[in-house]
């Protein structure tokens, strides 16, 4: 849903990645005189999809169950014959674009995995030569960074549809090839323009991301929360991130799963800020209540941040004067939120405020 430019090639990449709604809480009551049994997020996955979405998209779609994977999805790109016969460099590249502009994203990335893996060792003289054809102010070094970006963006947008549709395996196919061709020789970052290191930047955000969601959706929730750890790291380098609070969500999520409560807590309330924030500046700006994906994934990260408050808490102790305020905080933006019921994600918004009510009554 934006694009990011490099030197001289214009890269389109779209994509965002969405929180998850909690779909019930489960667990023993408050104060008793035993040990507090410890709550858990049953996780209906993606049900507020909407911070990584293909541009395309508009369901909110859900993982609600572990996908089936077919063994013939694990073939990576790479691995599959090349449908279209480019013999220069450049025309490459040409024919990856347009196959892009076609929506035939997999057909392009096919083109471009014949000259990155298989003749990722072409000798300069023909990469040179194919710069010339291209452009002869395009240094051979500019093509290949030009073809690199492009691949990228696309592994990860496809990554991301594959992933919306529960086809774990293909998406992890692309997920690393992605990770294979980022770590294909270029120039440094630090020698780059700002454009050019932000977009670097996306590229590896995106990727880890992705990473993060096969790894927690494949039951690997230590490897989820490295990944996510490594996405928060990468975007804090970002000038201008779109929707930041999704690294947070999902690292907020991963770590409430792997029993990590307080640091989950931590993480819901960045996401709860930048949000708030958000629709602050969005209905100062007179544009009215906050749209409905936002305003879910504020709700899910209010729930988070009081889901990890009351289970970081003792047995015997009152939790965090925190936890008691997050169902007030929640309650007012849904009150201030879209009108009606008929608004994308409102099912799912009013079972997180559901399910909040409930874990606060136990805290009463």
Known sequence: QGSISFSHARIVMSGLRGASAPSRCRGGSLGSSGARQRRRLSLSRASL????????????SRLSRRPEKDASDFAEPAA?????????????LAEARRLHREGRDDLAVDVLVAWLDDKSQLDAEQWSRGAVDHDESTSPVELREAMIALGCGLCNSLATRHLQARRV?????????????LRLPRRSESTLD??????????RYDRALNAGELAQVSDDLPEAVSALRSAERLQACMRNPRDPEAVHLCLAEALLQIGQPAEAAVSARRAVDLLGGSQHDRQSAGSGCPDGRKLCSLLFALSLDQQGLVESTKP???PDPRAFRCLG?????WLLGPPGTQWEGADAAAAIIARMRDVHAELL
């Open 169 to 181: 395996a293909r998406a992890f196919g692309y997920t690393r090839t992605c990770e294979r061709w």
């Open 329 to 333: 905080e929640a309650e007012t933006a």
């Open 49 to 60: 999809r909407d911070c990584r979405k293909p541009a395309q998209g508009g369901d909110v």
């Open 80 to 92: 599959r014959e090349t449908p279209h016969g480019v013999v220069n460099v450049a025309d490459a």
């Open 194 to 203: 700002v454009e050019g290191r932000e977009m670097w930047l996306r590229l």
């Open 316 to 318: 015997g102790i009152l």
